[in-house]
T-cell receptor, first 115, second 112 residues
Framework: GAVVSQHPSRVICKSGTSVKIECRSLDFQATTMFWYRQFPKQSLMLMATSNEGSKATYEQGVEKDKFLINHASLTLSTLTVTSAHPEDSSFYIC???????????FGQGTRLTVV | DAKTTQPNSMESNEEEPVHLPCNHSTISGTDYIHWYRQLPSQGPEYVIHGLTSNVNNRMASLAIAEDRKSSTLILHRATLRDAAVYYCILRDGRGSQGNLIFGKGTKLSVKP
């Protein structure tokens, strides 16, 4: 199989602080990982594409200085929400692809609540 | 990216088959048809994908129209655990690293 693990599953933070979310491919090497955000009752919105060893590619309207993405190894990508505000509260989901498989594998998601 | 159109919601009875339609009239020759589903408060889960021929796996079947402008995901016997939002997505097969662009999907409700 191909497993993607996301941590933490839930986090509550104070407004103005930063939060880091980890996304790991447990049993395969993922050259590309993707970060999505999902607001209640809405679909997933792609935020950025993360390639190992290079800068992430952000979708239009996503602030790269606010959502820092690091993909330091073939099994780990991190998303840091800097200076979080209540409007950043959302469900953040990562996915990874394998070169030999057509489908994408998703993490279980991280519920971020900024108070 | 080529767009897909799905009904907002569907209902099914437990243990009955479910046919989830998807229209993709602007599909290109290199687009694969992917289906994912998302259970409440979870990340999406891969269901099935295909290019031209019908496909079967342990989760579902995928029936693809001859002109490829539509497809149908078939759950042979719906269970309560199949209640989820089902997304039909086109993905260019020329690159295995292409991202997935999610539409609104179909929310499937399963009644006992």
């Amino acid at each position: 199989g191909a497993v993607v693990s996301q941590h933490p599953s839930r986090v509550i933070c104070k407004s103005g602080t930063s939060v880091k979310i980890e996304c790991r491919s447990l049993d395969f090497q993922a050259t590309t990982m993707f970060w999505y955000r999902q607001f209640p009752k809405q679909s997933l919105m792609l935020m950025a594409t993360s390639n190992e060893g290079s800068k992430a590619t952000y979708e239009q309207g996503v602030e790269k200085d606010k959502f820092l993405i690091n993909h330091a190894s073939l099994t780990l990508s991190t998303l840091t929400v800097t200076s979080a505000h209540p409007e950043d509260s959302s469900f953040y989901i990562c996915s990874a692809t394998r070169g030999d498989r057509a489908e994408a594998f998703f993490g279980q998601g991280t519920r971020l609540t900024v108070v | 990216d080529a767009k897909t159109t799905q009904p907002n919601s569907m209902e099914s009875n437990e243990e009955e088959p479910v046919h989830l339609p998807c229209n993709h009239s602007t599909i290109s020759g290199t687009d694969y048809i992917h289906w994912y589903r998302q259970l409440p408060s979870q990340g999406p889960e891969y269901v099935i994908h295909g290019l031209t021929s019908n496909v079967n796996n342990r989760m579902a079947s995928l029936a693809i129209a001859e002109d490829r402008k539509s497809s149908t995901l078939i759950l042979h016997r719906a269970t309560l655990r199949d209640a989820a939002v089902y997304y039909c997505i086109l993905r260019d097969g020329r690159g295995s690293q292409g991202n997935l662009i999610f539409g609104k999907g179909t929310k499937l409700s399963v009644k006992p």
